[in-house]
Nanobody
Framework: QVQLVESGGNLVQPGGSLRLSCAASGFRFSTYSLNWVRQAPGKGLEWVAFISSGSGSIYYANSVKGRLAISRDNAKNTVYLQMNSLKPEDTAVYYC?????????????WGQGTQVTVSS
């Protein structure tokens, strides 16, 4: 079965950095696009970043451009989110999310999430 397992979330001070990882299994990883989506306390879901199967297309939410970077290692079946210059408003549960297909805007599987807390 499809599994997406996030890790790397932690408590970090404003301006700090974290690197989130998502280990995938149960599907042909290199064929699919993936996303990072987050949910802040008391808020709805917010799409953060997208990466296509071969990393040829990458998109970010305006709120994270220049600070967060998505990447993937298809040999390791892993997608990453490098988070720099973190702000308190980045506090959220971060989910790794699979697309139905490489060019589809439909999400079909979610990880369990990893908590990122940015606070002094």
């Amino acid at each position: 079965q499809v599994q997406l397992v996030e890790s790397g979330g932690n408590l970090v001070q404003p301006g700090g950095s974290l690197r989130l990882s998502c280990a995938a299994s149960g599907f042909r990883f290199s064929t699919y696009s993936l996303n990072w989506v987050r949910q802040a306390p008391g808020k709805g879901l917010e799409w953060v970043a997208f990466i296509s199967s071969g990393s040829g297309s990458i998109y970010y939410a305006n709120s994270v451009k220049g600070r967060l970077a998505i990447s993937r290692d298809n040999a390791k079946n892993t997608v990453y989110l490098q988070m720099n210059s973190l702000k308190p408003e980045d506090t959220a549960v971060y989910y790794c999310v699979k697309n139905l297909a490489d060019v589809s805007g439909i999400y079909d599987y979610w990880g369990q999430g990893t908590q990122v807390t940015v606070s002094s």
